[in-house]
């Protein structure tokens, strides 16, 4: 029982990191300023005025 319960603790430790990667990877993709240029609405473009 209590080897069961580690295991769905360091899956749970697992998941969750794997979802904070992934959420820093989409995050890492900023807009060149070319693409600013063409579409200065774009998200991502807003910080760069």
Do not use: N, R
């Not at 360091?10 to 998941?15: I, L, M, Q, S």
């Not at 890492?28 to 300023?33: E, F, G, L, V």
């Amino acid at each position: 029982m209590t080897k069961l319960l580690s295991m769905i603790i360091a899956a749970t430790f697992a998941a969750a990191s794997l979802s904070v990667m992934a959420e820093e990877k989409k995050a890492a993709k900023k807009p060149t300023a070319e693409q600013c240029k063409k579409d200065p609405k774009m998200k991502g473009c807003e910080a760069k005025k």
